[in-house]
């Protein structure tokens, strides 16, 4: 079993910053982890993704160039920084895990762990 703790949510005004971490409870030998996010009304949605191993990021379409997720292995944690923040980013992030996915995958189907979500909030 595997624990998720995520942080680093809170109420910012829109074109402010957070960074969002994501620790893992154990090392992961492989496998991705991505961040999803969950607006109020809405289906959660694929918003970064990361390989445990190697470079290959994937992001949503609508937080390219504003949002960056990098890893930690030595520390077995996931941030993600978001830049740039607009109300329409207003969500409960989760992030989430699993060692069997080869390459990032966008489904939240294919993540066997999740953390418990973090609330952002992006004011007008």
């Known amino acids: 079993q595997v624990e998720l703790v995520e942080a680093g949510g809170g109420l910012v005004q829109a074109g402010s910053s957070l960074r969002l971490s994501c620790r893992a409870s154990?090392?992961?030998?492989?496998?991705?982890m991505g961040w999803f996010r969950q607006a109020a009304g809405k289906e959660r949605e694929f918003v970064a993704g990361?390989?445990?191993?190697?470079?290959?990021?994937v992001y949503l379409d609508s937080v390219k160039g504003r949002f960056t997720i990098t890893r930690d292995n030595t520390k077995n944690t996931v941030f993600l920084q978001m830049n740039s923040l607009r109300p329409e980013d207003t969500a409960v992030y989760y992030c989430?895990?699993?060692?069997?996915?080869?390459?990032?995958?966008?489904?939240?189907?294919?993540?066997?762990?999740w953390g418990q979500g973090t609330q952002v909030t992006v004011s007008s």
């Open positions: 990361i390989r445990w191993t190697g470079f290959n990021q």
């Open positions: 989430a895990a699993d060692e069997r996915v080869y390459e990032v995958d966008t489904r939240a189907s294919a993540y066997e762990y």
């Open positions: 154990r090392i992961f030998s492989g496998g991705a």
